[in-house]
């Protein structure tokens, strides 16, 4: 069973929106067994959208169409898909009142042109939506199952998630497995995974892609095959080999990310972190927070980004200038003392775009405190600006793990 | 004249990779009159991309395709190409000699299957490629125009930039102008702009967009016309309106960002900043030193996670529950004397995702201290965690704006 994926709007053609729902699509289908094998995008123009449907429901078994369920006069998937199927549009009033029933919970009166969202053409079903006043649509056409949704990513990945795969898993086609596994990794260079897992990158199954952004890579596999206990046994084996490998080069799998990993060992051990940052001032303090619950270890930080600030607040020895180990390792060894927490990491670094006093673009410092000791860490980092900042947090993220591993 | 792009690789379908490149072209291909009427995805199969360009040079007089020029046998532009034009593929030796080069000042032999991007169909011409391994190819096919770029990102926009749109724009019948102007606004929600602006939205020229973001609205203008200077004059009145309508709520043109705007007044007005963070975490100082250049007036902040950590980094009076207005102004005004700034801001919240000793998620308070006073402002944010944390680095970033104006 193979997917179409059809975008409808101007905004996906003249550059306003990136077409980010084709590849929550791609992903969310291709775990289901059902490989996404042409996305196209269209206009608000209806006749270009009934010919692209038309081709779309050759080529695919299954169509998912985003946008074009809106209220205005722009919105042409209801009319789209009425003419192919030859019916007329006919109206939901229990839809209609249930969005007139929205707008009223938001003190606002329901704007007459919502009520064409009650529209759909004669024959099909409408699909609730929890989340928006646009319902989907569900129709049969030319021997394919077309699901129109709306075109707002969070509201058309709920209704992929909670109303179509499921529809979908219900056809006894469906048979192939295709289970995906990211393997995340931090603190190695792509080359030397490249050179590292080249006969897993030739093999077929599990197929394997590296991805890496952030200063970290994921390896990512995508197993196939009739039965799903094969996929996780193919997936469990490859990891199995990574990991051996690697060994603490893995920080985790999946849907994780460094800073809940890291933030987990902390609580875990009942220990608390403070940090202090120059360059990257505040970032590294703001990634531990991204994970909820996160007051459980993070007491707070200092951002010392002038360089008397760093003298007058932190009290830090400056004689070898700014960005030095000597510098760094007083802020980490400072801010943990002031916050009073059981370890304490520090950032210094040269972001650029320009030289500072003489110390090159790229230049990171990573020192952390604990109550043994400060180790420090002087790194070149390549990149630009947002990457030398961003690779410079995940490295100190990355130091913190390895001393609590 | 109008344009379709096709995107190759198996990775644009199945998720792994966002296609940018899309919404790249879209953006420059309409700015230079020559709007992109359609766009589609297609996978790593020779049959399929022939398929999908034969459709694309009849839809459209410019056919772009990105991707599917790598070293591999997964790659088949080329081959794709070769066959819909019926000739076989011939060897540019020269550029197989720059690939070789390339290879050598990275200190590596170049592997033999690169010498394979110095094919192209007999007929067509290489498009050189100063970033990368892998030349473009331009054709004519059915009588449109295609070329062939390479799928990463930063190759395919300087590809498009320094070599397509001067060879497109050397055509004859590429007459008409398009122009786009976006003002960006803060401060104000997008279902008023939407009833102050419905006007502009129904006229057809300039065309009118809403895209929200992060707390901010950016209203975006696309006049066409064939003389570029009426298309400027067009979009000066759209951007009078616009300004006279919402005064201060515009805080700029164009590319800019609202921790541009915000850092340039202070350093006009020679000012220096400091912030006292407890939810965003550092995001509001990070933020500000996105801005090259902002050690000019960014003095550095305090991250107070940890309840009890505001009161002993920053002394704060803590008896009416630390996100309360009293906690929140004492940390401005504490920062603000530590590091001894001319302003202060402070941001303290309930980003969630549970409520904080019954204040509940979205509560969120700004306050700004200066030489004479600290200024306090309560707002209940809409949202999810990240979405609290980011608008309220907005709206304390737009309070400061709003004091130096």
Partial sequence: MKAVVVGVGDELLSGLVVNTNASMI??????????????????????????VLRDACRSGDVVVVTGGLGPTQDDRTREAMARLLEVGLVRDEAVVDD???????????????????????????????????????????????????????????????????????????????????????????????????????????????????????????????????????????????????????????????????????????????????????????????????????????????ATDAKASVLGVDLSDGPVSQRTTSDMAASVRSRFASDVALAITCVAGPDPQDGVPVGTTIIALAHADNVEVRELRLPGDRAQI??????FALNLLRLHLL
């Fill in 99 to 305: 969005i007139r029933e929205r707008f009223r919970r938001f003190s606002r009166e329901m704007p007459e042109a919502n009520a064409k969202q009650g529209d759909h053409p004669e024959g099909t079903t409408l699909i609730p939506n929890a989340w928006g006043t646009a319902p989907g649509i569900r129709a049969e056409l030319d021997g394919a199952i077309v699901y129109a949704i709306p075109g707002v990513p969070g509201e058309a990945r709920r209704m992929v998630v909670d109303q179509i795969l499921p529809d979908i898993g219900r056809r006894p086609d469906v048979a192939a497995s295709i289970r995906t596994r990211e393997v995340r990794c931090v603190g190695v260079p792509e080359s030397s995974l490249a050179d590292m897992f080249g006969d897993l990158a030739e093999a077929e199954n599990p197929k394997m892609a590296f991805l890496p952004g952030g200063g970290e890579i994921r390896l990512r596999f995508v197993a196939s095959d009739d039965d799903p206990s094969v996929c996780e046994r193919l997936l469990d084996d490859a990891e199995a080999i990574v990991r051996e490998r690697l060994a603490e080069v893995v920080y985790g799998v999946g849907d994780t990310t460094l800073e809940a990993v890291v933030g987990g060992m902390l609580r875990d051990r009942g220990l608390t972190v403070a940090v202090a940052e120059s360059c990257t001032a505040g970032m590294l303090a703001a990634r531990i927070a991204n994970v909820p619950g996160a007051s459980d270890y993070l007491r707070g930080g200092v951002v010392g980004y």
């Fill in 26 to 51: 791609g992903e969310l289908f291709l775990a289901a067994g059902v490989p996404v094998v042409r996305s196209v995008c269209v206009g608000d123009v209806e006749d270009e959208i009934v010919e």
């Fill in 389 to 394: 900042r961003q690779f410079a947090t995940t």
